[in-house]
């Protein structure tokens, strides 16, 4: 077989280059990003033939006509998405915790809430309006304030939350759950409303008609 040289403890690196250590591990820095990483999550904007795909490093945009790829940014892992209703505003749930707001056109974020720091957020959600946020992360559901980034409500559960979206007007929210179930609270006063057992199975993703009538 052809011989090929093997490292060994005292080899000097290439370049210049320094072993990575405890020591140093903080200044490191990235030089390049190859590839999409893989794919969490796929939205698709309400008013524009535009999809987002959501993956372990970040965003890329697509036209949803020709899949044609038209932008990547933010670099975390996304675990959950949602689009404002005028598709101007894309939230990311993320891996460690925090949510973050795009503006779509301007591909700039505009606010990172900081949620919770031992768990990712499995679900966000605009309300109708656009003027508020709901995530989802454990068995915790909260609702912000979009232009302060100011919680205002928090309903909590027994079983971890896998899915989240507003029932219209907007004055409700809707979750699903590890277990199979369904759970509706009211917004106001945090409230518990339902508690539906539907199967076994994780519920891990939802869509609400526009008039509330159906839920998919």
């Known amino acids: 077989p052809t011989p090929y040289p093997v490292a060994r403890p005292g080899t000097p690196l290439p370049g210049g280059f320094k072993p990575i250590t405890l ?26 033939p535009l999809l ?16 044609e790829s038209l932008a990547s940014f933010s670099d975390s892992w996304v675990t959950s998405m949602a689009f404002s209703p005028d598709g101007s505003l894309l939230a990311l749930g993320l891996v460690d915790g925090r949510v973050q707001i795009w503006d779509i056109r301007e591909r700039k974020e505009i606010r990172t809430i900081k949620v919770t720091t031992d768990h990712q957020i499995k679900g966000v959600a605009f309300s109708p309006d656009g003027q508020r946020l709901a995530s989802s992360w454990g068995g ?9 980034g100011q919680e205002q409500q928090l309903m909590r559960y027994h079983s971890t939350l896998m899915s989240l979206r ?16 369904l759970v ?11 508690d539906l057992t ?3 199975d994780p519920i891990t993703s939802m869509e609400v008609s526009r008039d509330g009538s159906l839920i998919i």
Do not use: H
Not at 25 to 46: D, F, I, M, N
């Open 23 to 48: 020591n140093n591990l903080k200044q490191l820095v990235p030089v390049a990003r190859w590839g999409e990483g893989a794919a969490t999550r796929l939205v698709c904007s309400p008013v524009e």
């Open 52 to 67: 987002a795909l959501g993956t372990t490093v970040g965003v890329a945009l697509y036209d949803a006509r020709t899949l």
């Open 140 to 148: 915790v559901v909260q609702i912000w304030d979009l232009s302060t």
């Open 166 to 181: 507003f029932l219209p007007p907007g004055d409700r929210v809707i979750a699903g759950t590890f277990d199979g179930g």
């Open 184 to 194: 509706v609270w009211r917004v106001e006063d945090g409230s518990l409303l339902a």
């Open 198 to 200: 539907q199967g076994p």
